[in-house]
């Protein structure tokens, strides 16, 4: 069974930084392309960034500047580095993954989900 487990959050000031990881646990062939969304209170969860596995990086329009994804390929760990921290950024922060599954050979593909991880940005 595939999991993605995410870690990195926590309460932080405005201006502050975090940077989030995600890495998928079980029997894993290859890791496609990961992603990073958001739930923010009483709002409708959100896309925040993606990338390839060559690093091809996309980033909502609304992203841009603050948020920077990257990944580690051998880890098969994407991370979301968030700087300058403000309120509105306080949210859930949810890892999504294409994962293929196997040992020497692939054996199944699906998308997943993390459990998300809290940001909180006050003072």
């Known amino acids: 069974q595939v999991q993605l487990v995410e870690s990195g959050g926590g309460l932080v000031q405005p201006g502050g930084s975090l940077k989030l990881s995600c890495a998928p646990t079980?029997?894993?062939?290859?890791?496609?392309?990961m992603a990073w969304y958001r739930r923010a209170p009483g709002k409708e969860r959100e896309f925040v960034a993606s990338?390839?596995?060559?690093?091809?990086?996309n980033y909502a329009d609304s992203m841009q500047g603050r948020f920077t994804i990257s990944r580690d390929n051998p880890k098969r760990t994407s991370y979301l580095q968030i700087d300058n921290l403000q309120p509105e950024d306080t949210a859930v922060y949810y890892c999504?993954?294409?994962?293929?599954?196997?040992?020497?050979?692939?054996?199944?593909?699906?998308?997943?989900w993390g459990q998300g991880t809290q940001v909180t940005v006050s003072s």
């Open positions: 999504n993954a294409d994962v293929t599954i196997g040992v020497a050979t692939p054996t199944s593909r699906g998308n997943y």
């Open positions: 079980g029997i894993i062939f290859s890791v496609g392309l």
């Open positions: 990338i390839t596995v060559p690093g091809r990086t």
